[in-house]
């Protein structure tokens, strides 16, 4: 693995870890656990602009209530996350 998708792995998980708020953190570090190893370089780009958004719009997008121009397959990744 080259490092750079490495650094982007170690950040993603960094930020989706320490979120402020102990339910957000176990929400989105657990969500990030399960996938983060099956996705390419782009599908980690886009994941990483999706936990580095807040954390309303998080929780909303796992919903389906809020529509993002982010990757469908990490999307959907989250929303049958939220449903489990």
């Not at 870890?17 to 983060?36: A, P």
Request: a negative charge; zero cysteines; proline letters at 0%.
């Amino acid at each position: 693995m080259n490092s750079n998708k490495q650094n982007l792995i170690n950040k993603i998980k960094y930020r989706s870890h320490y979120r402020g708020t102990k339910e957000m953190d176990i929400f989105l570090s657990t969500f990030v656990d399960e996938i983060i190893n099956d996705l390419n370089l782009n599908e980690l780009e886009q994941l990483n602009n999706l936990v580095n958004l807040n954390d309303e719009e998080i929780i909303s997008i796992s919903k389906g209530s809020l529509k993002i121009d982010i990757d469908e397959k990490i999307l959907n990744f989250l929303i049958n996350f939220n449903n489990k």
